[in-house]
């Protein structure tokens, strides 16, 4: 009995070490080596009528210049809220200073950047206030 017993606890012993390989393999590593930052870095974003410099200064303040298709230049320090919602998608919403509001959400695997800005319109019958998308190209400088 004290043989069988042996034998047994070799098998199992011996079992669970050959698949411990297997079980490697099957079990998915999910984090992502490639994963970028946006914090602490810069960014040209292009948009149909104007191109925007961005230095992401921390995750609560970013800096803005940008340049309209007329050549006008306007730029800005903003306080932000900040989320990275996965390793190539990150969301950014602030309130300027006259009170326009951007929300944007910026993928890095794409390129793109997509933004909903909300102004106010005196003429609008939705709280005096209008809003659009827009859809630009995103790069780090």
């Known amino acids: 009995m004290k043989k069988v017993l042996l034998v047994f606890c070799i098998a199992v012993a011996f079992a669970s070490c050959k698949d411990e390989p297997a079980k490697k393999s099957i079990t998915k590593d999910t984090s992502d080596k490639t994963a970028v930052e946006i ?3 810069q960014a040209v974003l292009t948009y ?20 309209n298709s007329q050549g006008k230049a306007a730029e800005g320090d903003e306080k932000i809220s900040y989320k990275k919602l996965n390793e190539s998608l990150f969301f950014l919403n602030w309130i300027e200073e ?25 003429n609008s019958n939705r709280g005096k206030r209008a809003a659009i998308f827009l859809e630009g190209t995103f790069e780090f400088k």
């Not at 149909?48 to 340049?67: G, I, M, N, Q, R």
């Not at 794409?110 to 106010?120: G, L, N, P």
């Open 39 to 41: 914090i602490g870095k």
């Open 98 to 122: 006259d009170g326009l509001t951007v929300s944007q959400v910026i993928d890095l695997k794409q390129k793109k950047v997509t933004s909903y800005v909300s102004f106010a319109e005196e």
């Open 48 to 67: 149909p009528d104007f191109t925007a410099e961005v230095s992401y200064l921390s995750d609560t303040t970013l800096h803005w210049k940008s340049v």
